[in-house]
């Protein structure tokens, strides 16, 4: 049965937590994300789940990792700042082969910076959440509709890869109200988590949850069989989105919010005769290389479109390889380009 | 005379240097928690020290956590399984610098865990730094002219500071340099446990303990050296104890 509600991104974040079975939540105050915590402080006791307020965005993690060795869905989030609190136990939560839920509503940086939407934590988000080798999926969607499917695909992967999962997303999503649809939500199939510490019951050999290898041949070999998982991960969970690339001339790369924003300068410029397409990559890690790679043998050059000064660009550009021009367009501190400011970053790279 | 190893002790041979008191306290722990039946509903949560590897010597299941954050993973253990007994075990870098705010947090929410806390006066795993616990005048590596307390600052006191919050059902320090003191500190752990069985809030043990190794001293010389120097640093006794409040 279909029910169309209007919500906030931050709540019906949290909504499409607590529907798809996270019971346990752990916070800390941060502009822009606040409202998915005090959603979550309000509904969680009223469904037999528990929101706790921790002392700093480190314990929050912390009481994510032991929830999450206990066995249970649990989930966090926070704004940049506070995810670089959270980076000491995120790569411990990924050495200890943990699932969890993070999300992070960018705000504008480095330091304190802003509260206004950036996009300036890819970098952070897919390649250094914590020291070490080691990924977590990171997921970035674009609608509110897009984050209450996103958040249940969140948890099912955690689960199924036994990874942390990141949703990043930006104050602007988190703020924004669009209709959505909580019967739409596909779910996956997820194994037992017989390896959680619940007590031996005095029935088994006791589970230990570590991250700690002190043989060097013992660690190398735990990361090379991560590897491998990240290896299946990369082959068959990356997802995006395309307009218009059959027969692109100009490749617009977007995520999130500023995908939207490039969705219109793409109608724009496509009502002026432009070749104009859209890639949308959906997971940001794993990087969605197959369509890039398909369209840098036809289209004569990409544009990278960030709210940052030019971090996921590195990653179109690797997968382009030189074979046709990546250029970058961005704004940051907390300010977003319109359409039209866009367009004519367009028009000038088409030499229109 | 027969001495059976705790059922909550694996047969793995602990690592620990001679003299250190470590392997007592695990001891004590484990025929606690055999003497409560508890092994199987029990979630231990080892820090970053020289006791990381706890988690290979308790039998229950034990997760390893964070240097200083044992105490939030042991929130997280406890709130997602409210039914079982979850400890944490640390030193004092671990429980009194790093992981401060931890701490006199669980004590803050009354958050239903035990905490083993061994205060040896000094870093043993890195070799023997400072501790947040070191006393004034102690020689340590990074203290190499004695802790100056102009430099430096005062030792933390834990159980006096854990006793000012609300949530602390029971803070008591012991000492396992003598037999008497081995079974007054086996007492606490149970009382310890028991009270965490009960409901009652943050339970903490802080046993003295010695480090031969870092502090240059043979054992039994380490044993003297934390009586005549610990001890009056650091008096032994409950400093913090709720059910003998409600019976009052």
Redesign the interface.
């Known amino acids: 049965m279909s029910e169309k509600v209007l919500m906030k991104g931050n709540e019906a974040l949290a909504e499409a937590a607590i529907r798809c079975g996270c019971?346990?939540f752990?916070g800390y105050p941060i502009t822009p994300q606040t409202e998915l915590s005090e959603y979550m402080a309000k509904q969680m006791p009223k469904r037999g789940g528990?929101y706790?307020q921790?002392?700093?965005e480190?314990?929050?993690i912390?009481?994510?990792?032991?929830?999450?060795?206990?066995?249970?869905r649990?989930m966090t989030s926070s704004s940049s700042p506070g995810i670089s609190l959270k980076c000491?136990?995120i790569s411990?939560l990924i050495g200890?082969d943990l699932p969890c839920v993070i999300v992070n509503m960018q705000r504008g940086g480095p330091g304190l910076g802003g509260i206004q939407p950036a996009q300036s934590d890819y970098f952070q988000a897919t390649r250094a959440l914590g020291h070490g080798d080691g990924h977590a999926i990171v997921l970035a969607p674009a609608t509110v509709q897009e984050v209450v499917n996103t958040t249940t695909l969140a948890f099912d992967l955690a689960d199924i890869y036994r990874t942390p999962v990141m949703i990043l997303g930006d104050g602007a999503l988190g703020q924004m109200m669009e209709p959505i649809d909580f019967a739409e939500v596909p779910r996956r199939q997820c194994p037992a988590k017989d390896w959680a510490?619940?007590?031996?019951?005095?029935?088994r050999p006791?589970?230990?949850?570590?991250?700690?290898y002190i043989q060097p041949e013992d660690l190398e070999r735990l990361v090379e069989e991560r590897f491998e998982r990240y290896a299946k991960i990369e082959a068959e969970e990356a997802l995006w989105e395309e307009q218009n690339t059959e027969d692109t001339e100009l490749v617009l790369v977007a995520y999130g919010i500023t995908a939207r924003i490039a969705k219109s300068a793409m109608n724009m410029a496509r009502e002026k005769g432009l070749k104009v397409g859209l890639v949308r990559p959906i997971t940001l890690w794993p990087f969605p290389k197959k369509p890039l790679d398909k369209l840098s043998a036809t289209a004569k050059r990409f544009l990278c479109v960030e709210l940052s000064m030019g971090q996921m660009v590195e990653d179109v550009r690797l997968v382009v390889n030189g074979r046709a021009p990546v250029d970058f367009f961005g704004r940051t501190g907390g300010m977003l380009m319109t359409p039209a400011e866009l367009l004519a970053q367009i028009e000038e790279r088409m030499g229109k | 005379m027969a001495i059976k190893r705790p059922h909550a002790l694996?047969d793995v041979e602990l690592h620990y240097c001679p003299g250190c008191t470590h392997g007592i306290v695990h001891r004590l722990v484990a025929e606690v928690i055999d003497e409560l039946g508890i092994?199987?509903?029990?979630?231990g949560?080892a820090p970053v020290g020289c006791s990381?590897?706890a988690?290979?010597y308790?039998?229950?299941?034990?997760?390893?956590?964070?240097h200083g954050?044992a105490p939030?993973?042991?929130?997280?253990?406890?709130?997602?399984?409210p039914?079982?007994a979850v400890f944490t075990y640390q030193g004092d870098g671990d429980l009194a610098a790093i992981g401060t705010?931890?701490t006199?947090?669980v004590g803050?929410r009354g958050e239903n865990i035990t905490i083993i806390f061994i205060n040896n006066a000094i870093y043993g795993m890195t070799g023997g730094q400072m501790a947040p616990t070191t006393i004034a005048n102690q020689v340590t590596t990074t203290t190499p002219y004695g802790r100056s307390l102009q430099v430096n600052g005062n030792p933390v006191k834990v159980c006096e500071m854990l006793a000012t919050l609300d949530g602390t059902a029971y803070a008591e320090r012991v000492s396992v340099d003598c037999v008497k003191n081995v079974m007054a500190a086996k007492k606490a752990i149970k009382k310890a446990f028991t009270m965490q069985l009960e409901g009652k809030g943050l339970s903490i043990v802080e046993v003295l303990s010695t480090c031969p190794t870092n502090w240059g001293l043979a054992p039994n010389a380490a044993m003297q050296w934390l009586r005549d120097n610990l001890m009056p640093v650091f008096p032994l006794g409950v400093y913090k104890d709720v059910s003998k409040e409600e019976s009052k």
Not at chain 1, 62 to 72: D, E, F, I, P, R
Not at chain 1, 206 to 212: E, Y
């Open positions: 019971t346990h752990f528990l706790l921790a002392e700093s480190i314990a929050a912390n009481m994510v990792l032991g929830a999450a060795s206990a066995g249970v649990v000491e136990g411990y200890s510490c619940t007590g031996t019951g005095m029935k006791h589970n230990i949850v570590n991250s700690l | 694996t092994e199987g509903k029990t979630v949560v990381v590897f988690y290979n308790f039998n229950c299941d034990m997760i390893e956590a964070p954050r939030a993973v042991a929130t997280g253990v406890k709130r997602a399984r039914e079982c705010a931890e006199v947090h803050a």
